[in-house]
Each structure stands twice: as C-alpha cells, then as structure tokens.
C-alpha cells in the first residue's frame, strides 16, 4: 500500500470568453467541476458560490445539460473595495450527455454553494448479473 500524500492543486476561476453579449454587467465564470462515477449513475458537484437555490437553471435539451448561476448582487452594491482577491460573477457550464445516462431521472440539488447533479446510467448500462439456467 502507498501512503504516500498527493497536494490537491486547485486552479484559478476561469472566465467564459464572451461569445455572446450579456445583459448582465458581472463577468461570467466556469464553474469548479468534480464528476465521479459509480455502476448505476455519474454525480457532478459544481461549486458556485453566491448562487442561491432562486437563481440557478438547468436545462436539459438534445442531450445537452446546461447550467447557469446568477449572482446575487444586492449586498454588495454599496460596498468599495480597498483590496479584492475574491471576483463576483455569474456561472454557466455545459456537457454533452450520451445515451448512456437516463436523461428522464437526473436530479438537482443546490446546498451551500455547491450543485450537486445526478445523472442515473441507463438500466442496460449498469452491471448486472446474469442467471444461469
């Protein structure tokens, strides 16, 4: 057995490059995903802070999953930065499905800052055993 201790490296908030014009003034960021895998189904946790259960979308159209999250702004209008580390904007991520996850069961759930998504694997996708006769 290893016991050696991998550092977890984290990565710096991406910006979406603007493809598209925005109504909304707050730059638009990617994101942090995690996607693990089980036999019976995918779970991906995003991190969004500021994203308030209200203020997120999923939708699921031609096996396109897309996920967006506003910002909430208010408590922040009348402050002025004199040092800022932490940049404020809204989140939006796709993935493309295959026909290997159960698109009619996906399930949302928004806790702490965090959406956590999970993608069932089609029935004839998932490990089964086979009975002998």
């Known amino acids: 057995m290893n016991d050696e201790k991998k550092d977890l490296v984290t990565q710096e908030k991406k910006e979406i490059e603007a493809k598209k ?3 909304t ?3 638009r960021y990617v994101p942090a995903t995690d996607i693990v895998e089980t036999d ?3 779970m991906v946790f995003m991190d969004m802070p500021g994203v308030g259960k209200d ?3 999923v939708k ?3 096996n396109v999953i897309k996920i967006d999250g506003l910002v909430e702004t208010t408590p ?6 004199l040092y800022s580390e932490y940049n404020i904007g809204n989140y ?3 993935f ?3 026909n290997k996850i159960d698109q009619s069961k996906i399930e949302a759930r928004m806790e702490n800052g965090v959406l956590s998504l999970v993608l069932p694997k089609a029935p004839e996708m998932q490990p089964r055993t086979i009975q002998i006769n």
Do not use: A, F, G, V
């Open 40 to 42: 019976k189904e995918l």
């Open 92 to 94: 939006s991520r796709q």
């Open 55 to 57: 203020n997120i979308t």
């Open 25 to 27: 003034p707050l730059k």
């Open 76 to 81: 922040y209008s009348d402050l002025k930065p």
């Open 60 to 62: 699921l159209e031609k």
């Open 96 to 98: 493309e499905l295959s």
């Open 21 to 23: 014009e925005h109504t």
